[in-house]
C-alpha cells in the first residue's frame, strides 16, 4: 500500500500532496472512515435527515439526489459546518443524458463515430452539473456477449476494441480537459470486471472468465478509459473465479493498481460491499469491510460496511491506518480535481432555450447515426413524399415519448420527446395522409382486438411503417429475458399487417438485439432503432423520408435465435470449424442415417454456423464498393509500419458514410487467437458516384496479446487481414510479422 500512496504523490502536482497530507494528518480517524461513505440520499428531505452526518464529517458522497436546492444545502453543511470543511461528492446515473436523452449506450455504439459519443457524454455532463450532480457511473464498457442480459442497453457492444474506444470517448466527453470545469462531471468507468459475462444473461449472476479472455476481452477496455484518465472505476457485483469483484485483491490491486497504477477512486457497486455475505465469502458485515478494504475499494457506496466497522478493524490490525489514509487520499484528490475545496456549488448558467435546441440537434444527430438499416428489400426506404398518398403508421412504439427514451432516464423530461408520429406527421405535411392504429397497447400486449383496424388502415395506405420492440423496462439492469423475440403479440400483428399487401416497413425500437428471424421474411426493409432517445421521432422521420442516410453498423452479434448465444464474431477458431459446406441442418439428415464422427464441425443442426446479422453490419441507401486493397509490405518488423489503403466507391445515387473496419487475425499464437479481431475503422462520407482512398496503419502494438505467459506483446507470424463493412466480408490481404526483419 505504501508503494501505491507514493505512486499516487508522484502523479499530482506537489502543491495537492501537500495539501492532501495536512488534510489528512488533521483528520480524526471517524473523520477518515467518513470518507469513504456514499450514502442514498434520494428522500426529498435529505438536507434535513443527513444534516448532522454531513456536520459530523461522516458522508463523503451522495447518490440520487438532484434538487439542486437539497444538494446546496447539504454541500452547505459539509463545507460550513463541519470541523474541517470537505466537500461532497454528488453522484448519480447520467448514463445517456439528464433531461434531453440520446440514444442508449448501445445505440451510441452503433454510430462508431467517437467524437459523436464525446459530445453527447458532454452535453449530458453539462445537463447533470446544473443539477449539482458533480460524479456520473458512466460509462458501463462491459463486454457483452449475451443479449438476453438487460445492461446490453448500456454497454459498448461486443468488441473490445470498439468499446475502449467508444468508452475513452465518453470518458473524455464527461471529464474534458480539466474536470473541475463546472459544466463537467468526472466519470466512472464500471462494472470492474467481467459483470458483462453473466452466466445466462441473468443479472448479477456468477461468471466464468478464463485468464486469457479477462486479459484479452474484457480488461482491455477499462485500460482504455484509464489511457483517457477516467477519474473512477467502479467494482462488478459479479463472482469472479470464485472472489466477487467487489472483494477481489487480484483484480483491484494486482491489475487496477499494482499493473495499471491506477491512481483514482474504486467505488463499490450499489451494497456490494455488503452482498459479500450474501455471496458467502464472508460471515459478516465486518469481515466484508475489511475484505473490500483490503482489496482496494475506496468508496463504499450505501451499504455502510465501512462506517459501521473500520474502526474497528483497524483497532485490531486488520486494516491498517496506511490503507486508510491511502484511500482517503484517492477521495480527496478527485475532490480537488473537480474543484471542490475552491467552488463547491459548481454553478453552471441556466439552461437557455439555444443551449437546449443545441442539445436536442445533438442528440438528433446521434440517433440518425444510431439507427441500423438491417434490411432494405426492392429499395423500399427512403419513402418518398411525392409519390406517397397515404401512410400507415402502426404499432405500440409509434408514440411512445417515455418508452422511447429508453433504461437508466431518471431524470429525463419526457416533454422533450418527439414521438415518430409526431415527426412523421410534421414531415409528411397536409398532402399524406397518415392512418394512425396502436394496435397494441404495449410491447407485452397480447391482446388482438384493434389488428382489424390495422390491417384496414394498412390496405388503405400507400406504406405501412410499423413500430415495434420492447418498451423502455424491458431492458436495463435486473431486466433480463430469456426469450428475445419481439414480446407480446407482435409477431401476428407483423404477420396480419403483411397480408394486406402494402410494402411494409418495421421499425424496432429495443434495448438489446431481438430474435427477429420470424418476422424478418415478411417486413420489406427494417430500421434498427434501438431506443434513440427525446429525438427519435425526427431522426426516425429524417431516414424513412431520406433526408438522412443510414450509417450505422451493429456493435453486437444478432442471433437467430436464443440457443445459439453465445454469438460473437471475434470466436475461437475451435479445431473443428464450420464451413458453408460443412454444414447440415436437421432437414437435410436422412432418415436412419448412420451415425459418424468424421468431418463434423461446429454448428447447430436447427440454426447452422452464422447469425442472423453479423458484428460490424449495416447497410445504406446507396451501395458501397471495396476495391484496391493495398499493403505497404508484406513482412513487417517490430519497429515497422504497416500502411494499408483501399479504395471505396460509393457507386448508388446518395452522399452517404461508411464504416469502414479493418480486421485482423493471427494465424498461429501462443494462445489460440480469434478468426477475427477488429484493429481499426473509421467513419468516410462519399458523395454519390465518388471513389475515395481510405488509409489504415498498423504497428506491433496493434498485434499485441495478452500471451501464455501472461507478457503483453506481439508474436511474429502469418497474420491475414480484412477491410470491409461488416465483420462477415471484406477485401483480404496476408502479412507477415518477422523478428529478423529490420528497416
Ligand atoms: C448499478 C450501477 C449503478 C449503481 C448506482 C447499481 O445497481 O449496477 O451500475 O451505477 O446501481 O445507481
Avoid at 454531513?54 to 444538494?71: F, K, M, P, Y
Amino acid at each position: 500500500m505504501a508503494d501505491a500512496l507514493d505512486r499516487d504523490h508522484e502523479a499530482m502536482p506537489a502543491s495537492t500532496q501537500t495539501f492532501i497530507e495536512t488534510l489528512i494528518s488533521r483528520m480524526t480517524l471517524r473523520e477518515k472512515i467518513g470518507q469513504l461513505n456514499q450514502i442514498n440520499a434520494s428522500e426529498p428531505d435529505a438536507a434535513t435527515l443527513y444534516a448532522d452526518e454531513v456536520r459530523c464529517g461522516g458522508i463523503t458522497a451522495i447518490i440520487n439526489q438532484v434538487d439542486r436546492t437539497v444538494i446546496d444545502a447539504l454541500q452547505k453543511v459539509a463545507v460550513e459546518e463541519s470541523r474541517l470543511g470537505i466537500p461532497l461528492l454528488v453522484g448519480r446515473d447520467v448514463i445517456h443524458g439528464f433531461e434531453t436523452i440520446a440514444p442508449l449506450p448501445i445505440g451510441q455504439a452503433s454510430s462508431w463515430n467517437p467524437d459523436l459519443v464525446e459530445a453527447c457524454a458532454e452535453r449530458a455532463a453539462l445537463d447533470a452539473g446544473r443539477s449539482g450532480v458533480n460524479w456520473t457511473f458512466a460509462p458501463m464498457v462491459d463486454i457483452c456477449r449475451d443479449p438476453r442480459w438487460g445492461r446490453v442497453a448500456e454497454c459498448l457492444g461486443e468488441d473490445p476494441y470498439l468499446a475502449g474506444q467508444l468508452g475513452a470517448a465518453m470518458v473524455r466527453g464527461f471529464q474534458g480537459q480539466d474536470v473541475s470545469d463546472p459544466g463537467r462531471i468526472a466519470a466512472c468507468a464500471k462494472h470492474f470486471v467481467g459483470y458483462g459475462a453473466s452466466e445466462g444473461g441473468r443479472d448479477y449472476n456468477t461468471t466464468n472468465i478464463p485468464e486469457n479472455e479477462l486479459r484479452n476481452i474484457f480488461l482491455p477496455p477499462f485500460k482504455a478509459c484509464l489511457d483517457a484518465g477516467v477519474a473512477s472505476i467502479m467494482t462488478s457485483f459479479g463472482d469472479f473465479d470464485g472472489v466477487p469483484a467487489t472483494g477481489n485483491e487480484y483484480l483491484l490491486d494486482q491489475i487496477l493498481r499494482q499493473e495499471w497504477g491506477f491512481d483514482g477512486v474504486v467505488v463499490s457497486d450499489w451494497d456490494a460491499i455488503h452482498q459479500l455475505c450474501v455471496h458467502g465469502i464472508t460471515e459478516t458485515d465486518c469481515d466484508a469491510a475489511e475484505m473490500s478494504a483490503r482489496a482496494g475499494v475506496d468508496v463504499d457506496m450505501v451499504s455502510r460496511s465501512y462506517s459501521d466497522h473500520l474502526e474497528t478493524l483497524i483497532e485490531s490490525g486488520k486494516v491498517s491506518l496506511e490503507q486508510v489514509d491511502g484511500m482517503v487520499a484517492r477521495i480527496l484528490g478527485l475532490k480537488v480535481a473537480l474543484g471542490l475545496f475552491n467552488d463547491p456549488y459548481r454553478r453552471v448558467g441556466e439552461e437557455t432555450t439555444s443551449s437546449r435546441n443545441r442539445g436536442l440537434d445533438l442528440v438528433k444527430q446521434a440517433a440518425i447515426e444510431s439507427v441500423v438499416l438491417l434490411k432494405n428489400d426492392e429499395r423500399q426506404l427512403p419513402l418518398t413524399t411525392s409519390k406517397l398518398n397515404s401512410l400507415a403508421v402502426i404499432g405500440p412504439m409509434a408514440d411512445a415519448p417515455m418508452d422511447q427514451l429508453g433504461t437508466w432516464v431518471f431524470d429525463a423530461d419526457v416533454s422533450r420527446s418527439i414521438t415518430p408520429l409526431r415527426a412523421l406527421r410534421d414531415r409528411a405535411g397536409d398532402n399524406v395522409k397518415i392512418r394512425h392504429v396502436e394496435a397494441l397497447d404495449t410491447t407485452r400486449s397480447r391482446d388482438t382486438r384493434a389488428f382489424g383496424d390495422a390491417v384496414a388502415a394498412a390496405a388503405a395506405s400507400d406504406a405501412v411503417l410499423l413500430f415495434l420492440g420492447e418498451e423502455a423496462i424491458l431492458s436495463g439492469e435486473a431486466h433480463c429475458r430469456a426469450d428475445i423475440s419481439l414480446p407480446g403479440a407482435q409477431e401476428d400483428l407483423v404477420r396480419a399487417v403483411r397480408a394486406a399487401g402494402k410494402p411494409l416497413i418495421g421499425i424496432i425500437m429495443a434495448g438489446r438485439p431481438l430474435t427477429l428471424e420470424p418476422v424478418l421474411d415478411d417486413l420489406d426493409a427494417v430500421l434498427y432503432a434501438w431506443h434513440p432517445g427525446s429525438m427519435a421521432g425526427p431522426a426516425l422521420a429524417d431516414l424513412i423520408f431520406g433526408d438522412a442516410v443510414p450509417s450505422a453498423k451493429l456493435p453486437v452479434t444478432f442471433p437467430k435465435m436464443v440457443g445459439q448465444i453465445p454469438i460473437y464474431y471475434n470466436q475461437k477458431n475451435t479445431g473443428r470449424p464450420a464451413t458453408d459446406e460443412s454444414v447440415c441442418l436437421i432437414d437435410d439428415i436422412a432418415v436412419g442415417a448412420e451415425q459418424t464422427s468424421f468431418g463434423m464441425t461446429a454448428f447447430h443442426l436447427d440454426a447452422g454456423h452464422k447469425p442472423l446479422f453479423p458484428f460490424g453490419f449495416g447497410l445504406s441507401y446507396t451501395n458501397f464498393e471495396y476495391s484496391d486493397l493495398n499493403l505497404s509490405r508484406d513482412v513487417i518488423g517490430r519497429q515497422d509500419c504497416l500502411d494499408i489503403s483501399v479504395s471505396l466507391t460509393n457507386s448508388g445515387q446518395v452522399d452517404a458514410t461508411e464504416i469502414v473496419q479493418l480486421y485482423i487475425r493471427d494465424r498461429v499464437g501462443s494462445v489460440t487467437r480469434p478468426v477475427r479481431e477488429l484493429k481499426k475503422f473509421t467513419r468516410i462520407k462519399i458523395a454519390a458516384g465518388q471513389s475515395r482512398t481510405v488509409k489504415f496503419q498498423l504497428t506491433e502494438n496493434d498485434l499485441a496479446f495478452t500471451r501464455r505467459d501472461r507478457s503483453f506483446g506481439a508474436e511474429p507470424g502469418r497474420f491475414d487481414l480484412w477491410v470491409g463493412g461488416d465483420s462477415a466480408s471484406g477485401l483480404e490481404a496476408q502479412f507477415a510479422l518477422r523478428e529478423d526483419v529490420t528497416t
